[in-house]
């Protein structure tokens, strides 16, 4: 185990990091024009040339790297709402507060009704009916009886519910996130539900920035700083400028590679990598982990601000082992790693020591490697509208 004595924060003098550029480029990065960066859209595009762009003016040699995203779920339009009541009231729900596109719908195009029912009430034909959680018996019932689900979904201290692009498997049905308080007045008052749910699955292609700032001497120490620069796209009537997640985290790569690249000692390799397609399951990362040789010290900076004062340190993979890959499954994030579902990633060549599975490789069963975690409460960037990529 290596020492590091922290010098201190640099105020001022070469080394010290601008707050102006830092913020200059959070603010490029969520601008309207790069439309919330989703992968394999123009707004991801024009933000990766935006980065190389800046890698050069670093005096960085920059580079493009693409790779496949099977698939990315996307709205075309806006989901509707409508909850009539039984004395006849019609309530106009808000979409991604009232509710949400689950996941794993069908593709719902236009406004579809259905009288509420609960899920131990027998007949569900053509229903919208509330369940308290999807299951495979679940799913397979509503689809014998051509019904819609309705399950309760929790919302972000700032009553949003957070976008996700990749998670579980397409079902046949249709099916919305509810308002838990809402889900429980519905189950309580019934009336009729008429929704949509506009959502689509499509192929594409994910791009990595690369820059090279300095290449290390025969056996010399490599850097590698990274930060995922996607976010979740804009829905068609919502910005979703993703300036906290992770815009924020490509200023500070951006702003360390400057700073670093004029005092590492020299011989000390400095490389960039801004990854894409985080959001729609790690793609970027599982796409980029091959390349890096063994021994290189990677920092990833992910939500920089988040936590105001305090860090979430997460100890990487040991050399020689997979790299784990994070997904989202059932609207959390779940860390692929050790005793947990084995992490597992689409390289082309095998990780020493890891077998196939499949296309993937695996890694063989290990601990998970050590985790400290420093929390703070605060969380002042998540709390401003327009700062999280989630609002
Ligand atoms: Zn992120």
Redesign the pocket.
């Known amino acids: 185990m290596t020492n590091v004595q922290a010098p201190g924060p640099v105020t001022a003098g070469p080394g010290a990091p601008s707050a102006e550029r830092l913020t200059a480029t959070v603010a490029a990065l969520a601008a309207p024009e790069f439309t919330g960066r989703r992968t394999g859209t123009p707004g991801g595009r024009s933000a990766r040339e935006y980065l190389a762009g800046q890698l050069r003016q670093a005096r960085a040699r920059a580079s493009l790297e693409e790779f496949a995203v099977p698939a990315v779920r996307e709205l075309y339009a806006t989901p509707a709402a409508v909850w009539t009541t039984p004395d006849g009231a019609s309530h106009t729900l808000a979409h991604r507060r009232d509710f949400a596109e689950h996941l794993a719908t069908a593709d719902v195009p236009g406004l579809r009704p259905g009288p509420l029912a609960a899920g131990t009430d027998p007949g569900w034909t053509g229903r919208w009916v509330l369940v308290p959680a999807l299951t495979p018996e679940v799913i397979s019932q509503a689809q014998a009886a051509g019904a819609g689900l309705l399950v309760p979904r929790g919302t972000d201290e700032a009553g949003w519910m957070p976008k996700m692009i990749a998670g579980p498997a397409t079902a046949p049905v249709p099916i919305l996130g509810i308002r838990h308080d809402l889900h429980q007045r519905m189950l309580a008052e019934r009336g009729e539900l008429s929704a949509s749910a506009p959502v689509r699955t499509v192929a594409v292609t994910g791009t990595n920035v690369h820059g090279v700032l300095a290449d290390p001497a025969p056996g010399g120490v490599s850097v590698l700083l990274t930060a995922?620069y996607d976010g979740v796209g804009d829905d068609p009537q919502q910005r979703f400028p993703a300036a906290g997640?992770?815009a924020s985290g490509c200023a500070v790569i951006l702003e360390a590679a400057r700073i670093l690249a004029s005092v590492l000692p020299a011989g000390t390799g400095l490389a960039v990598a801004f990854l894409d397609a985080?959001e729609a399951g790690a793609w970027g990362s599982a796409h980029h982990a091959p390349q890096v040789t063994a021994g290189t010290y990677v920092i990833n900076v992910?939500?920089a601000a988040e936590l105001a004062d305090a860090a979430a340190v997460e100890a990487g993979a040991r050399p020689g082992r997979c790299w784990p890959r994070s997904t989202r499954q059932g609207g959390r994030r779940e860390c692929r790693y050790g005793q947990r579902p084995c992490p597992r990633t689409t390289a082309a060549t095998p990780p020493p020591g890891c077998p196939r599975q499949g296309s993937e490789w695996e890694c063989p069963a290990t601990r998970p490697p050590p985790r400290r975690s420093i929390v703070s409460s605060r969380r002042p960037w998540s709390r401003q509208p327009g700062w999280s990529s989630r609002r």
């Open positions: 995922h997640d992770n985080e992910d939500g």
